[in-house]
């Protein structure tokens, strides 16, 4: 008996590697490689190029940066995923007119706060208007290209979403490696170059995804948004405070140079962004269809075969990654940063963490269960903050590290047992 359920889990995991990797997934999976390789290419050569102190400034509006793609995600392009992948035609079209509107009144609220940070630049540091403006181009560009790649995730229009971040990502390469190879790369060319290719990527979007624009909106609409998305948003800038707020700690309390170590680390476990962003785009937009359509078991389903095809992979490179750590900095960086091998391990198995929230989290934005997102966020924040400050006085960049790892974990269990309790309910009633 055992073995023929042995057998039926492997030809249901090989099934499951199929459809990530086969056909369309395919193209999903090498434009993740795409990004994931212009984030590496992006901050290896800021690292190798900057002085420490340099690369922990960048690192620090980086992470800002990446802030606001995740209250975009949450609050806008998250709820186009899962909530009008259902709606065909006429209803689709002001569905995504309407999210659109409302992306631009967002992107005009990032503006104005950019015009009030140059201001304020300009008042008592004006040698940093440069970095400022730069900074302000690349968050408008960024939001506008990210906004139509998704709109192309929903309609499952992966090639022209490849094609989108060719012209981002790959454009985003070869700027970089001119300006390093003419020695003109610093942090304001960067964030220029994240500028000019992300416009031209969304001029090429709005081209793409023209078809779905139509002449009206809907306040139904915006509401529906509003209440899915907020919880989501609110979520992830509770991700944000009970996680990437280390980075900021830890500049604080040893030095702007140390977020540029645990960039410079973070930067090795950048191809594992591949499968996970993949996973976090793809997963709830397959688990909404199938609670749509298989039901709550179906929904079951998915996201066991989920777990049992990825973890492998996951466990395997995480493992590799801490055993090499130091030799695999000395071969990226040379000698810069090779005395933090340890800190390289502990965030290996950060990211093996994030992975199981990812999956869980997925399910629960397909079964609509986001409200819990920013008070299982805090809660994780408030538990871990004090222990977290103490190892990182204690411990430096490690204890940010250690702090990351204690605050996610709190996160994933708290999730885990929500999911476990949304499912339950589903089944009473279903019943």
């Not at 779905?212 to 139904?220: K, L, R, T």
């Not at 502990?346 to 199981?356: G, P, R, S």
């Amino acid at each position: 008996m055992s073995l023929v359920i042995e057998k039926n889990l492997w030809h249901k995991m090989l099934s499951i590697y199929k459809s990530y990797i086969l056909g369309k997934n395919a193209l999903g999976l090498i434009d993740q490689a795409l990004i994931s390789a212009g984030n590496f290419t992006v901050m290896v050569l800021l690292a190798r190029q900057l002085h420490p102190h340099d690369f922990g400034v960048f690192t620090l509006i980086y992470t800002a940066l990446l802030l606001a793609n995740n209250i975009q995600t949450g609050l806008i392009t998250q709820a186009h995923n899962v909530l009008a992948v259902t709606k065909k035609g006429r209803e689709y079209n002001i569905y995504t007119t309407t999210t659109a509107v409302f992306q631009l009144a967002f992107i005009l609220l990032a503006v104005l706060l950019g015009i009030i940070a140059l201001a304020l630049s300009s008042i008592f540091s004006p040698g940093i208007n440069a970095l400022v403006l730069s900074t302000i181009c690349a968050l408008v560009a960024w939001q506008a290209q990210e906004f139509v790649r998704r709109i192309l995730y929903t309609e499952d229009r992966l090639c022209g979403v490849l094609l989108n971040d060719f012209v981002s990502y790959g454009g985003q390469i070869v700027l970089l490696v001119l300006l390093w190879l003419t020695s003109s790369l610093t942090s304001v060319t960067a964030l220029y170059s994240l500028a000019v290719t992300s416009a031209a990527a969304s001029v090429l979007g709005a081209l793409q995804i023209r078809h779905a624009i139509c002449s009206e909106i809907s306040s139904a609409i915006v509401r529906e948004i509003w209440d899915y998305g907020k919880w989501v948003a609110a979520g992830r800038i509770g991700y944000w405070m009970s996680v990437q707020i280390y980075v900021y700690i830890t500049a604080v309390l040893v030095g702007p140079f140390a977020a540029g170590v645990i960039k410079a680390v973070q930067v090795i476990l950048g191809p594992l962004n591949v499968p996970l962003i993949f996973l976090d785009t793809i997963l709830p937009i397959r688990f909404s269809r199938a609670l749509d359509t298989q039901g709550i078991a179906g929904f079951k389903r998915q996201i066991k075969l989920s777990f049992a095809a990825t973890s492998p992979l996951l466990i395997m490179y995480c493992s590799l990654v801490a055993i090499f750590s130091t030799e695999i900095l000395r071969l990226v960086y040379g000698p810069k940063y090779e005395q933090y091998g340890l800190t390289l391990a502990l965030f290996a198995l950060y990211y093996f963490v994030t992975y199981i929230g990812r999956i869980i989290s997925s399910g629960l934005r397909a079964i609509r269960e986001t409200k819990s997102f920013f008070t299982i966020f805090v809660s994780s924040t408030i538990m871990a903050l004090i222990p977290g400050i103490l190892l990182v006085l204690s411990l430096k960049v490690n204890g940010a590290i250690l702090a990351m790892n204690l605050g996610y974990s709190l996160v994933d269990l708290f999730w885990f047992r929500k999911l476990v309790n949304a499912m339950r309910s589903h089944t009473l009633i279903q019943a």
